[in-house]
């Protein structure tokens, strides 16, 4: 039995939910709060921490080895299809807090996560259990405004929509932990590791930085004491959300596309190619032009970045990172350069996000087999179909030029790729 107050409920819980939610609320001090979870779609999860009492080693992998800690806040853990569960849960008067990591499709037409967060404010109405915060932790701008609205959208009884209104809180926040899916060979190596929980079959692996900036929007609501575990919570988390999506989020999916372009399976190889590198500096001074922020924070942040994406330890692949990309380019590379226009229209496109577009485009119609996203342009798109998704604003001459040119440049470099591998393989 756990002494955990079950104060929070997640919906989502997947590898990132456990390496930063689970994890800051081990380490706040004051009452023990614990987290009710709920698997977003399939319920292998729910099941296998269930069945060793939700608890799980969590391994941070630094440069040169590993640590593991039990992570003992997940005090329940159940399947996203157990509605009834659901509904009791987010109407208890325990649960003050709930938070979601349910990716950038979660908050999409189509989604049923909405439907189910509306289901769960409509019993807590009935139980008269209070005011509550819906918390987002998904890479999006403003999620706290994001989820509101989908939220409200998901209404159709305008009772409950006023109960929302008065007694629902939407904070926005940054969370940023680099935690890759977890792999056999992770679960095999931490067998021998001491700290480890005896026969884990879900573990998690992160790394050693960790950063959560939350807005202060619990008026009335309780919740962990997070700021003592290093949370920071902020009247507005705009510029760190922007410092993030554009700097980390924005790069990482440059690398995802151009990495697997030139045959790169993993972050950490894609940064030590030169050419990559080059994208990723060219794609962060443009980012840089635009943050709210001083130039030594942003300065900061890159060098932060340049060491956690070498981590050649932890194994990011380029394909997890490269789903989805209609729903995380808009976010990540597209507005920076709306901003860059905005400022300055005869600026033009600069050559990171020109690149990053470009590499997203030879994505779609020349790696098809590699693309997991429903949103994406088909194997045929020309220029306009890929700028009609992503950024149907921008579909101007100057752009449609800048991005097929960046396109040539990575065509000749993968036949440089290739013809090198061939040449290697023809000596070896
Ligand atoms: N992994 C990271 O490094 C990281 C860092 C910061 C933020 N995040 C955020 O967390 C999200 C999840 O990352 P993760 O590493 O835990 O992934 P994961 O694949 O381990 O878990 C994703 C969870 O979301 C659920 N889910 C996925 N699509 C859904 C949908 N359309 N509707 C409802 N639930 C859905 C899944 O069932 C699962 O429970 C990311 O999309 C991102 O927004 C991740
Ligand atoms: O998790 P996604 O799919 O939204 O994006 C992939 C990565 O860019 C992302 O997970 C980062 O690793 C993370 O945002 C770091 O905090």
Known sequence: MTDRRPGIVHLGIGAFARAHLAWYTQRADGNRWGITAFTGRSPDVAEALSAQGCRYTLVTRAADGDTAEVIDTVVAARPGTDDPAWRRAVASADTTIVTLTVTEQGYRTGSDVPARLVAGLDARRAAGAGRIALVSLDNLTHNGD???????????????RDWIGSNVAFPSSMVDRITPATTDADVTSIADLPGALDGDRVPVVTEPFAEWVLEDRFAGIERPAWETAGVRLVEDVTPYEQRKLWLLNGSHSLLAYLGLLLGHETVADAMDDPRCRSAVEQLWDE???????PDAEVAAARRALVERFANPRIRHTLRQIA?????????????????????????????????????????????????????????????????????????????VAAVTAAADRIRTERRGTAAARTEEGAHA
Do not use: F, N
């Open 146 to 160: 994001v989820l509101q609205s989908a939220v409200l959208d998901a209404v159709d009884d305008d009772g409950l």
């Open 323 to 399: 789903s989805g990309g209609s729903e995380k380019l808009p976010v990540r590379i597209v507005e920076v350069l709306r901003r860059r226009l905005d400022r300055d229209p005869a600026a033009g496109i600069g050559p990171g996000a020109a690149t990053a577009l470009a590499a997203w485009w030879l994505h779609v119609t020349e790696q098809s087999e590699l693309v997991s996203d429903a949103g994406a342009p088909g194997p045929d798109s020309d220029v306009h179909d890929v700028l009609r998704v992503v950024a149907p604003d921008l579909d101007t001459t100057p752009v």
């Open 287 to 293: 980012a840089a032009a635009e943050l709210p922020l």
